[in-house]
């Protein structure tokens, strides 16, 4: 689920039930209905239809309907006025990942990026996903990729779509992300697919990639702390599984944990110098195919000490 929709749905499923209940349950609700229907004198309303009713449980209902209407309104006044920040950036951001996209036919043909992944890029907000000091609109959103801390980089945005676009991800996929970092790969993934699973090394990144996930309503994303080398077999087998970071040779428990058809995007060779971002398709139960797709530059694939 993402956030905006999410936010959006819940405030007019809330609605739906609210108004629901108002039509179509019993009388006690009757005064409610009455109330909104008539603000100009909605304690004139309330009386008139509420005649047989205690005047205290009245003036309570109606205080609470009240709250609970204007925390309603605000909610929405907040999402709208967050909805509204860096919309322009994020659509330059948007045109100059799909104008790369088609300018080298050799990556992703002539076609460049679908338009799937592109509206995913388009629906996530970067700039959430950035340390504070960053989170200007102009650095957020451009192709570039940003630090997060400890040594981290989130991912340029072509990067991510690239390997988003790699993956082959469709709206039934559990996919698996090996290098949460700040949560943003993981979210674009969750815009395409069922359920995405995640695995960050580093406790205080995986602690606030999990805040910034759950307080932005993905909640088809799980966070888990740990060394993503052994996978997460409990949460597989996984469609597609990500990896971002750069390791020598992809770890034989992630192509174990692949369904056949499906495909492991990840950066093959030394941290911190260029790499081939490495596509490997499981064809068979015990046969795969790999492809180098173009060469990239990521933060090395750490290994647990226990
Ligand atoms: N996908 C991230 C960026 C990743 S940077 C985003 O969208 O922001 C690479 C991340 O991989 C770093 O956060 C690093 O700590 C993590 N990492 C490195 N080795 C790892 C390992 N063995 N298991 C899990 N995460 C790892």
Known sequence: MRRGQLTGQMQSWYQDLLEGRLTHCDHSLDAVFHLTADRSNPLVALKLSTQNREPIGDRAIMKTLLLVLSMVAAAREATAQ??????????????????????????LGQQGLSERVLEAMGQTKRHLFIPEPERSCSIAYADRPIPIGLGQTISQPFIVALMTQLAEVAPDHVVLEVGTGSGYQAAILAHLARKVC??????????????????????????????????????????AIVVTAALGQPPPPLIEQLKVGGRLVMPVGPGYTTQQLTVVEKIAPDKTTTRAVALVRFVPFTRSQN
């Open 82 to 107: 967050e909805d509204a920040q860096c919309v322009r950036e994020r659509a330059a951001m948007v045109e100059t990942i799909r104008a790369y996209g088609r300018s080298d036919a050799s990556v």
């Open 198 to 239: 995640t695995i960050e090394i580093i406790p205080q990144l995986a602690e606030a990639a999990a805040k910034t996930l759950r307080d932005l309503a993905y909640d088809n994303v799980s966070v888990r702390l740990g060394d993503g080398y052994g996978g997460w077999p409990e949460c597989g087998p996984f469609d």
